[in-house]
């Protein structure tokens, strides 16, 4: 018996027009809530040499796709060419709303990298870095 895949894809807010970006997450970090801009280039980099030291063991940078609306943000994995999405074994890997997202950061001397500071939960003093890179940096003009 053959098993059953679906390729409708889950939309977070299904009447909202959204904007799909193809991007490698090179990796996150958990820091504090009150972490302030001028600190976020060292987060980034650490997160980058912390994907580089990976790297050489297993691949540390992954194809997802960060899926922007007015109403949120979702970043879910790519699943690929060959193989169908499938909800059963295909999560996401942040889902919030706009106003969880409060430092969004890009590095002029690289364009091709960015990071957002996502809120954890309310109550909580801590906040996930995510940095992203983009194969194409002028797709990214969007976000700025």
């Known amino acids: 018996m053959e098993p059953i895949t ?13 904007v799909d970006f193809g991007l490698q997450l090179v990796g996150s970090l958990p820091v504090h809530a009150l972490t302030t801009m001028p600190m976020l280039p060292w987060v980034v980099a650490e997160v980058r040499r912390l994907s580089g030291q990976s790297s050489k063991k297993e691949p540390g940078t992954k194809q997802v796709r960060l899926c922007v609306s007015p ?4 970043c879910e994995p790519e699943p690929g060419r060959s193989q169908q999405w499938d909800p059963l074994i295909c999560s996401s890997i942040f889902e919030c709303k706009p106003q969880h997202v409060h430092k969004l950061i890009h590095n002029s001397h690289d364009p091709s990298y960015f990071a957002c500071l996502i809120k954890d939960n309310a109550g909580s003093q801590q906040s996930i870095c995510y940095v992203f890179k983009a194969d194409d940096q002028t797709k990214l003009s969007l976000l700025w």
């Open 71 to 74: 109403s949120g943000l979702r």
């Open 6 to 18: 679906f390729t409708a894809r889950r939309h977070l807010f299904p009447n909202e027009a959204s």
